[in-house]
């Protein structure tokens, strides 16, 4: 049996190549798995628990799916679905994980976590995601008419694709002091995350101790997934294929 992760598939309704992979996956692959575990972005941008569009319920009843066939799934939100709450949970299935988890991987103890955090040198992102993670703005917008949260959203999609522009990519990735903050904060030696879309397996030493930190990659071009078992672990691409599953 096999344990699988993904990250930054970035579904849309703009996106059918992705979705009729992220689909065929679901119902060829995560069926037959231990668990399935999701470390953010899911979703290019999910406006809340209230969306009823098409796509919306598509998504959701594939995971409803796959949780009732037994096959349990959790959900680090990322910085593109850090609205995904509760009632997306219970339409799904899906268990709600914080943003650091650690998690029993066949013995071994890893944290799993989206990985935005890990990029400490971004400040102006940092800065940004302590804002929109405020509860009271959570709730405020939760709570505006569909038609008020749509234009709201593409301004920052918009914003946010300016300012990356001007960034160099090593601002854009982890920082090391982090990585090995986190991992002997909870006493691991075993990261799993995604966010920086650079998939690779590094390996580096702590005080003496080999650790390991894999990055699962985006779904731009490809399905990516991250597949683990008792003995190994593998990061596999999958091909877009024309047609639904």
Sequence with gaps: MTTLFISDLHLSADTPDINACFERFMREEAIHADALYVLGDLFDFWIGDDDNSEFAKRVRAEFKRLTDSGVPCFFTKGNRDFLVGKRFAKQTGMVLLGDETVIDLYGRKAVILHGDTLCTDDHQYLAFRAKVNQPWLQWLFN????????????KVQSDARDTKKDKSFDIMDVTQSEVEKVLLQHHADLMIHGHTHRP????????????????????????SILCCNANNFSLETRPFCTGNP
Excluded: C, S
């Design 200 to 223: 690779n397996v590094h390996t580096f030493a702590v005080d003496g101790q080999e650790m390991t930190r894999i990055v699962l990659g985006d779904w731009y071009e490809q399905g």
């Design 143 to 154: 709570r505006l008419p569909m038609a008020a949260k749509r234009p709201i959203v593409r």
